[in-house]
């Protein structure tokens, strides 16, 4: 199991946020995520037999957040 | 050129309409976009021998967004 930690722009509201969480939780291979509006952090538990930190990227990119890294 | 109007589900901030816009502005084949955080409305001016309803909903989708219609 892996783990990223990732600093996000554009997030406005606990609206944001929890989409943000949401949309990360539906990837296939993601086993946990969270987000926090108020540090602008994200940090994801994920598999990386079944996905890769390119794609979670681009995911959270396609929802209109940009990743800071 | 065809246009499709939405109710969309999830926004909850003007932040979440921008970055609705931002996201569908980018799809190819869209040629505008309107997004109206009070009326929770859609609006999406497309070009439809390069993009299909379908697609523009799945984009929604993975932003985070429900499309009631």
Same mark, same amino acid.
């Given at each position: 199991m892996s783990r990223v930690e990732w600093t996000i722009d554009g997030?406005? @509201?606990?609206? @944001?946020?929890?989409?943000?969480?949401?949309v990360l939780q539906q990837i296939e291979g993601v086993t946990s995520a969270e987000v926090t509006l108020e540090t602008r952090q994200a940090a994801i538990h994920f598999d990386q037999q079944r996905v890769n930190t390119a794609t979670l990227k681009e995911r959270v990119e396609s929802a209109g957040f940009a990743v800071l890294v």
């Open positions: 997030m406005t @509201c606990s609206g @944001c946020s929890s989409r943000l969480k949401r």
